[in-house]
């Protein structure tokens, strides 16, 4: 059975550091890895998706890696900024339905 | 706008009241999901209907009934909660089943006293 884990479950920052979030997964047949943005109260928006055949994906400061073997992903910003401060999830897409298996996120705090 | 509407943003109903929650794509994707989302949990699927038709019922209690009329719009029918369903219950849609690139909505957050 897919278990994802996120460490931390919180971090709070300066404004301008670079940051690392990290996402543990327990089955490494994985179709992909996804890492989401929540907003307090809101819904989800989709940040980064990386297949499976692939090591890394980038979106502006935002950079995604995956390791299969170890069951890892991290999720990089550079020059975090107050607008940064958000939940991060990440989700597997596993198994024979595909269902999405997600983690409880990393909240996170970057202060002016 | 995220291209997934809900609605309402807010709902509080009591135990005995009857009340429906809706959710609107027009991206043209072919599956739509429900979420639930509690604190200090992870996302829990709930239902999920792929070209109008429901293909997975993870277990939900029967006091939440779902209903897909067209491809386009989802509802959850809620009858007789109970204070542990509170919760913001979450629509997603994806061209494909459990495919890639989830669109996600703002969320009802739903409070049962």
């Known amino acids: 059975k897919q278990e994802v884990t996120q460490i931390p479950a919180a971090l709070s920052v300066p404004e301008g550091e670079n940051l690392v979030l990290n996402c543990s997964f327990t089955d490494s047949a994985i179709y992909n890895l996804q890492w989401f943005r929540q907003d307090p109260g809101k819904g989800l928006t989709s940040l980064l998706l990386i297949q499976s055949s692939q090591r890394e994906q980038t979106s502006g400061r935002l950079n995604a890696s995956l390791d299969k073997s170890s069951g890892r992903s991290t999720l990089y910003i550079a020059a975090s900024q107050p607008g940064d401060s958000a939940t991060y999830l990440c989700?597997?897409?596993?198994?024979?339905?595909?269902?999405?298996?997600w983690g409880l996120g990393t909240s996170l705090a970057v202060n002016p | 706008e995220t291209g997934v509407t809900q609605t309402p943003r807010h709902l509080v109903m009591g135990m005995t009241n009857k009340k429906s929650l809706k959710c609107e794509q027009h991206?043209?994707?072919?599956?739509m999901y429900w979420y639930k989302q509690s604190a200090k949990k992870p996302l829990e699927l709930m239902f999920v209907y792929n070209f109008k038709e429901q293909t997975e019922n993870n277990s939900v209690p029967s006091r939440f009934s779902p209903e897909c009329p067209n491809s386009s719009h989802l509802f959850l029918h809620l009858h007789t909660l109970q204070p542990e369903d509170s919760a913001l219950y979450l629509c997603?849609?994806?061209?494909?089943?459990?495919?890639?690139?989830?669109?996600f909505g703002s969320g009802t957050r739903l409070t049962v006293v």
């Open positions: 989700a597997s897409n596993a198994g024979n339905n595909r269902k999405l298996i």
């Open positions: 991206l043209g994707h072919n599956a």
């Open positions: 997603a849609s994806s061209q494909e089943y459990q495919g890639n690139g989830y669109t």
